[in-house]
């Protein structure tokens, strides 16, 4: 790996001294334990692990890095009890047995700052002897060792608040280093895909895996039925959704409305067909089975209650509730759009170009979209850095939107946002017609 070398004076290069980070990061310990003094509820004995913080060696490598990377820089300067004050708002003194939040985020900026691009592969690390050594040392682990589902439960349990805040503790200590500036921040987005797979309804809601069918659905059932329908439908319940499908199939010269399939049937004759089939879907639509031909269900989205209530659930719907579907350019085919269903990551980060050096000072989450820029005033807003008149805000074209501009000049700051040209007939000709001179400028 190359590196860059650069020519700094004294006074840039003092900051990276390790004893001066050291001083400043046991100042921020001592802030830590008198601003967040909220007890866990749990009792200590139902923790599955106990982390502890202590002064622990700081070596380098022949390299010039610190011995065990950076996870063991942050575990052997920064006492992350203060993670319990922050978790003790969503948990309760009831409940099984959990693990130590302060273990939990220790694990968690591990594996975020040795690069793991998920948690299975790092938690086959972590059981590893040598491997997960040093992990397990600085969380505090001995007889159990968390997995995927246990760091996927810290982070949902805590929620985005949890994590901003501590996030916003980190970038304290950075600050007062003098490690970050607020001189210059970038803001950028990346979609990211959801484990669950998009099934072709982007406008689904929380409603859809469970449809209470009427009467009028149900012998619309039957009569699709009687009629010999091998695939048995209702018209989407949810009028919002049916004028929005009907509005943009009709522009293409196809109007339609969505369908929801609730069964799909295989007809055949007596012998060949078992009458199991037959006999569930008497009980499903309540009709008698000696109107029903030989049958067998393929599959079905019906349930009915003990209450004899019908219920559906849309094929479409994913397992992920919260994902939606969000579109960036297709790194193999630049011209085209590739499609994500997932999540969109919005990150700011401090640029200190005179020490070449970029650190995250704010992240938010939200199901994919569109309309990223929509998002940044919410999202700058949670950065832990404040607003201060000079301030250069860079971004991409994705965030040239009016109320972006207005925000950043209202605050004092200095937006440089890429110009989005929104299929604008940018040709010489049509440039100069409107005022400007062959390269745009007016």
């Given amino acids: 790996m190359s590196r860059t070398k650069l020519s700094l004076s004294q006074e840039h290069i003092s900051p990276f001294d ?107 690390d972590l059981r590893q002897q040598d491997k ?48 970050i500036t607020g001189e210059l921040l970038a803001t950028d987005g990346q979609l990211e895909p959801s484990y669950s797979r998009f099934k072709g309804c982007a406008d689904f809601s929380q409603a859809c895996p469970q449809l209470r069918l009427d009467e009028a659905s149900r012998q ?8 010999g329908a091998t695939r048995l439908e209702i018209r989407c319940p949810f009028p919002e959704v049916v004028q929005k499908v009907r509005q943009a199939t009709t522009k293409q010269g196809k109007p339609r409305e969505p369908q929801v399939a609730l069964l799909e049937i295989d007809y055949g004759p007596a012998d060949r067909i078992k009458t199991a089939g037959a006999q569930q879907l008497s009980e499903l639509l309540s009709l008698p089975t000696d109107q029903l031909p030989p049958l067998r269900i393929q599959w079905s989205h019906l349930t009915k209650s003990a209450q004899g209530e019908l219920w559906g659930r849309c094929p479409k ?36 170009i005179e020490r070449g050096l970029e650190l995250p000072v704010g992240t938010s989450t939200y199901p994919a979209n569109a309309h990223e820029g929509r998002h940044f005033p919410e999202h700058r807003a949670k950065v832990a850095i404040p607003f201060r008149s000079q301030q250069v805000e860079l971004a991409d074209a994705a965030y040239d939107v ?41």
């Fill in 18 to 124: 390790l004893e001066a980070f050291v001083n400043e990061a046991a100042k921020l310990n001592q802030r830590t334990l008198e601003s967040f003094t909220v007890s866990f509820p749990k009792a200590p004995h139902r923790w599955l692990s106990h982390y502890h913080f202590g002064p622990r060696p700081i070596e380098f490598t022949a390299a010039g890095e610190v011995e065990g990377g950076l996870r063991w820089l942050i575990g052997a300067t920064i006492d992350l009890r203060f993670t319990r004050a922050l978790v003790a708002p969503y948990d309760s003194k009831e409940g099984g047995h959990c693990y130590d939040p302060a273990s939990s985020l220790f694990l968690e900026l591990a594996c975020r700052a040795d690069g793991y691009p998920d948690y299975a592969r790092f938690c086959a």
């Fill in 132 to 179: 997960g050594r040093r992990y397990r040392e600085l969380a505090g682990l001995h007889e159990a060792i968390p997995g995927e589902d246990d760091l996927s439960h810290f982070r949902r349990r805590g929620g985005a608040a949890a994590i901003e805040a501590a996030l916003a503790v980190f970038v304290g200590l950075f600050r007062d280093f003098g490690l």
């Fill in 317 to 352: 719907v994913p397992s992920d509730l919260e994902a939606r579907v969000g579109y960036h350019i297709d790194n193999k085919n630049p011209p085209q759009k590739e499609r994500v269903f997932g999540y969109l990551h919005q990150t700011t980060t401090n640029i200190d």
């Fill in 220 to 227: 619309e059932l039957c009569r699709q039925l009687q009629s």
């Fill in 402 to 442: 009016v109320a972006n501009y207005q925000g950043i000049r209202s605050r004092g700051g200095i937006p440089l946002i890429a110009y989005n040209p929104r299929n604008e007939d940018l040709t010489s000709q049509a440039l100069m017609a409107r005022g400007y001179d062959p390269h745009g400028t007016p």
